[in-house]
């Protein structure tokens, strides 16, 4: 049974990648190394937050052998986007996966709550100045740091001319991420994204948005093959994996099943949970009568349909 698909352009032993996760060495002291090492050793890819407390050239070195993507916010000062970008390039990571659902933070009530920081011994790695690394410790007040820390860092004004720059910048494939709409997904093809990552952000940036399984099927028909098209959000079972595959998604990313490994035992624990979900997919395959992914396709799906009474 063959489980490997391909990346963009990019050969992986199955169709399930890590996301991008910011501040892993919150969950383990060795963060997004011990991720990227998990990865290589799983024989899949890893996409780097920018928000990471390891560097780009760290997680390259960690994990040599590995593949790697960057996930890029574009930032008020452009020179700073463009630096991260070239760093990327040189450090040989294979794309680059530009955030676009994030001009403001969402209102998340645990990080107000708890006015959330980074703790004094770790800060934002690909960043020099201690405003963009996260590790000034001034004082927020009453609101997240993280809230205020984009307000003043990213550019809320992003458009589709930025992304457009953004191509022109670098010729690495380049993925829209945090596409809900088919109307966004037919506008990224035009300007020649790559890829299409159906994301809510967790739905963590506005509340009530739709299921991303939910929206994947209108995404795919909208971009008409011109553009892979992945999901994250949700994944925690095999069969969560053939479901997004069948619908019509290249490959899915996980976030919080990751880092729980992480908490768990490190490189070890993330290497577990992939592998837990490798082995399920499989048998999901297998019980589904597919020997590739290539086979597995929309007659293996059965849309649930809800009636309400208008009484």
């Known amino acids: 049974m063959d489980l490997s698909t391909t990346v963009l352009g990019q050969k992986i032993s199955m169709p399930v990648c890590v996301g991008a996760t910011a501040m892993q060495r919150m969950a383990h002291a060795d963060g997004e190394t011990a991720t990227a090492k998990a990865c290589q050793a799983m024989g899949t890819g890893m996409m780097l937050s920018s928000w990471a407390t390891s560097s780009i050239e760290e997680v390259a070195e960690a994990a040599p052998a590995g593949l790697h993507w960057l996930?890029?916010?574009?930032?008020?000062?452009?020179?700073?986007?463009?630096?991260?970008?070239?760093?990327?390039?040189?450090?040989?990571?294979?794309?680059?996966?530009?955030?676009?659902?994030?001009?403001f933070l969402g209102r998340r009530f645990d990080d107000v709550r708890n006015k959330f920081q980074l703790p004094p011994h770790l800060r934002l790695k690909n960043f020099s100045s201690s405003d963009l690394a996260f590790s000034s410790g001034k004082d927020f007040g009453e609101n997240s740091g993280l809230a205020v820390y984009v307000?003043?860092?990213i550019d809320a004004s992003v458009s589709w001319e930025d992304i457009r720059w953004l191509r022109g910048l670098t010729s690495l494939p380049i993925v829209a991420k945090g596409i809900l709409r088919a109307d966004d997904a037919k506008e990224a093809v035009k300007i020649g994204i790559n890829g299409i990552l159906v994301?809510?952000?967790?739905?963590?940036?506005?509340?009530?948005?739709?299921?991303?399984?939910?929206?994947?099927?209108?995404?795919?028909?909208?971009?008409?093959?011109k553009a892979e098209v992945f999901l994250d959000g949700g994944v925690r079972k095999g069969t969560d994996i053939l479901k997004a595959l069948a619908l019509g998604a290249k490959a899915v990313f996980i976030g919080r099943p990751l880092i729980w490994g992480l908490v768990y035992q490190g490189e070890e624990g993330a290497k577990e949970v992939l592998q837990m979900l490798k082995e399920e997919f499989r048998l999901a395959m297998a019980l589904t009568g597919c020997q590739r992914?290539?086979?597995?396709?929309?007659?293996?799906?059965?849309?649930?349909?809800?009636?309400?009474?208008?009484?």
């Open 71 to 103: 996930q890029l916010y574009v930032y008020k000062d452009r020179e700073v986007t463009k630096s991260l970008v070239k760093r990327a390039e040189r450090a040989g990571y294979k794309g680059i996966f530009v955030t676009v659902d994030t001009p």
């Open 151 to 153: 307000a003043e860092a």
């Open 199 to 225: 994301s809510n952000h967790g739905a963590r940036q506005l509340d009530g948005v739709p299921a991303t399984i939910d929206v994947l099927p209108e995404i795919v028909e909208a971009v008409e093959g």
């Open 293 to 311: 992914v290539e086979e597995i396709g929309r007659t293996l799906i059965r849309r649930h349909q809800v009636l309400f009474s208008r009484i």
